[in-house]
């Protein structure tokens, strides 16, 4: 039986193990996917464990998905590019990494709106940022990053061709697309964006799924935005992450209600 996993910290709350074992059990797999909580001074550690345990792959969620690069065989040109790796493939004891994140996000908006040639602001500047850009600019839209810390919303920038405000500007900000990557709203009842800056948008996607309807997207669709939930870009990833381990398409459907069902268990 094939093992996988999801490594973080924490990873308690991780909805992945049902999405994934809801998939292997539908295809009839051996093999099952647990969480493998790893403290951030014990990353290199368990990163040489993966090999040593032949554990077939993981999944990499905060904070490790920068520092996780460092420990590697060899990365996916994409992965590197965003700076972030979200996936780990175990080849014969040598680990890949790859980002399936931004392919996650696009989905989850390409969905809802053509991008090419529209304006998108995106909140914040974390590793999930760094993906949602990514994937914003490769479906070719323009993109204008507003993050707490400035600097750090200068830094995604200029990887991207993207532009910076500072988070405090976000009352001027205006286009198609906004999406929220920042912890702001989980499991609390707070937005970081005002809701009469939300009227000016026709899309509002937010990656926190605790709750499902953030105070972000109830305002947003009061607003007039069709909404897209934090749990579609996760779903999205997911299918990608088990396709790079199994080389199978995961139904989405099926990862979508796994994830659900978990969430309404956890709440």
């Known amino acids: 039986m094939k093992v996988y996993g999801i490594i973080g ?35 290199e550690a368990a990163v040489r464990g993966l090999s040593a345990l032949n554990i077939a792959g993981v999944s990499v969620t905060i904070p490790h998905k920068e520092e996780v690069m460092k420990y590697l065989y060899r990365i996916d040109e994409t992965a590197r590019r965003i700076g972030a790796v979200n996936t780990i493939l175990n080849r014969e004891g040598k680990l890949f990494g790859f980002n ?33 850009v990514y994937a914003l600019i490769q479906a070719g839209a323009r993109v204008s990053v507003y993050n707490r810390t400035l600097a750090r919303a200068e830094e995604l920038a200029r990887r991207f061709g993207a532009r910076a405000y500072p988070l405090e500007e976000i009352n001027e900000a205006h286009g198609d697309v906004i999406v929220q990557t920042t ?11 005002p809701k009469e800056v939300l009227r000016r948008f026709k899309v509002a996607m937010d990656l926190v799924y605790q709750p499902l309807m953030t105070k972000f997207l109830r305002e947003a669709q009061e607003a007039g935005c069709a909404i897209v939930d934090g749990l579609s870009m996760l779903v999205y990833q997911g299918i990608e992450q088990f396709k790079l381990w199994t080389g199978l398409e995961a139904s989405p459907a099926l990862m979508r209600q796994a994830a659900e069902n978990a969430l309404k268990g956890a709440s």
């Not at 996650?104 to 090419?116: F, H, M, S, V, W």
């Open 100 to 132: 399936t994140d931004w392919l996650g996000a696009q989905r989850a908006l390409t969905e809802k709106i053509d991008l090419t040639g529209k304006e998108a602001v995106v909140v914040g500047a974390g590793g999930s940022a760094k993906a949602v």
């Open 183 to 193: 912890s702001v709203g989980l499991k609390e009842e707070r937005s970081p964006v």
């Open 9 to 43: 910290w924490p990873v308690a709350h991780s909805l992945s193990p049902a999405m994934h074992n809801a998939a292997f059990q539908a295809y009839g797999i051996k093999a099952v996917y647990g969480l493998l909580p790893v403290a951030p001074e014990e990353l």
